[in-house]
């Protein structure tokens, strides 16, 4: 068994070089309670589709990694127990060992990148944590690491965002708001970071991407910035004193290290109440549409008209 395998459609996509994005599936296993998870996981490849690109959710499926998840294999994901979860350093014990995994937006950043996708679609990317942990998420490293475009609404907000901006600026991953010119906070639209990049089209990013990538020759991923859409976005005020409480809970309890992040997820949806669950379904469906529009765009743009080096055509 090879240990990557490509959905039929997902292969076919790319072969014609069609638009596809990439979808992380440890929302799926890991951030949704069932049957919502998915109800979800069905209304983001819909979504992608009718935004006239192909879906390939990622996942490993009894040690073999995934890009583009049978609708049998996104249920047993959903449903079964003991699924592990994937950043792109764990996806070799997974498959070593046969088991199920669902990937972060780290591994499904890594599978995109074997198989050709420049686009994926998440939630919020992981970060750098509040207090002085030292933990970092390996979705910025990998990030940096892989050219490609990460939809996302802003990082996770019980992270710490100010430092989670300046660790992507170290990496040298450009942040680009789309329609806003402030760093989303996930489930709030706004944070009061203000982002030097901001573009009001896919195409703009397209395109910024496309020069950064194959005439710059510059290699390293984009984290698009999308705001929570208004009709289902919470208020800064109410996401910060949730976090804060779960936070202040999380420390009581002695809870840290890989279990921090889910736990935290968790505490503050449960706090919020059913609008969280709203919100991130609402955000998540956006960026996933946001992906379709800039695949597209970048597969319009790479034609060979468009590869010409640029001191080529600065001549």
């Known amino acids: 068994m090879d240990l990557i395998g490509v959905r039929?459609?997902?292969?076919?996509?790319?072969?014609?070089?069609?638009?596809?994005?990439?979808?992380?599936?440890?929302?799926?296993?890991?951030?949704?309670?069932?049957?919502?998870?998915?109800?979800?996981?069905?209304?983001?490849?819909?979504?992608?589709?009718?935004?006239?690109?192909?879906?390939?959710?990622?996942?490993?499926?009894?040690?073999?990694?995934?890009?583009?998840?049978?609708?049998d294999e996104i249920l047993c994901l959903a449903r079964a127990e003991g699924v592990l979860k994937c950043a792109a350093g764990d996806l070799g014990w997974a498959i070593a060992t046969g088991a199920h995994g669902a990937?972060?937006?780290?591994?499904?950043?890594?599978?995109?990148?074997?198989?050709?996708?420049?686009?994926?679609?998440?939630?919020?990317?992981?970060?750098?944590?509040r207090g002085d942990t030292g933990d970092v998420s390996a979705d910025l490293p990998t990030l940096a690491h892989h050219p490609l475009a990460v939809v996302a609404t802003g990082a996770k907000s019980i992270l710490d965002l100010p430092r989670t901006l300046e660790m992507?600026?170290?990496?040298?991953?450009?942040?680009?708001?789309?329609?806003?010119?402030?760093?989303?906070?996930?489930?709030?639209?706004?944070?009061?970071?203000?982002?030097?990049?901001?573009?009001?089209?896919?195409?703009?990013?397209?395109?910024?991407?496309?020069?950064?990538?194959?005439?710059?020759?510059?290699?390293?991923?984009?984290?698009?910035?999308?705001?929570?859409?208004?009709?289902?976005?919470?208020?800064?005020?109410?996401?910060?004193?949730?976090?804060?409480?779960a936070l202040r809970e999380a420390a009581a309890q002695g809870i840290s290290g890989k279990s921090l992040t889910p736990w935290l997820l968790a505490a503050v949806a449960k706090a919020l109440g059913p609008q969280a669950h709203l919100a991130n379904h609402a955000l998540l469906l956006n960026n996933a549409r946001v992906a379709a529009h800039i695949a597209t765009a970048l597969?319009?743009?790479?034609?060979?008209?468009?590869?010409?080096?640029?001191?080529?055509?600065?001549?």
């Open 103 to 129: 990937t972060t937006v780290s591994g499904t950043v890594f599978a995109a990148a074997c198989v050709g996708i420049d686009v994926v679609a998440t939630g919020g990317i992981g970060g750098v944590h």
């Open 8 to 71: 039929e459609e997902v292969c076919a996509a790319l072969a014609e070089n069609r638009p596809v994005v990439a979808l992380e599936s440890s929302v799926i296993a890991h951030g949704l309670p069932a049957p919502m998870n998915v109800r979800v996981a069905q209304s983001l490849e819909e979504a992608v589709r009718d935004a006239g690109a192909t879906p390939a959710m990622v996942g490993v499926i009894a040690g073999q990694l995934r890009v583009g998840l049978e609708p």
């Open 168 to 245: 992507l600026e170290t990496l040298g991953v450009p942040v680009v708001g789309l329609g806003t010119r402030e760093f989303p906070a996930f489930y709030a639209r706004s944070s009061g970071l203000v982002l030097d990049k901001h573009a009001e089209r896919a195409e703009d990013i397209a395109k910024f991407c496309f020069i950064r990538w194959h005439q710059l020759k510059q290699q390293g991923g984009v984290l698009v910035a999308c705001p929570c859409p208004q009709e289902q976005a919470l208020e800064p005020s109410t996401v910060e004193q949730s976090t804060a409480r």
């Open 299 to 315: 597969r319009e743009l790479n034609s060979p008209r468009h590869h010409r080096p640029i001191t080529d055509q600065a001549r």
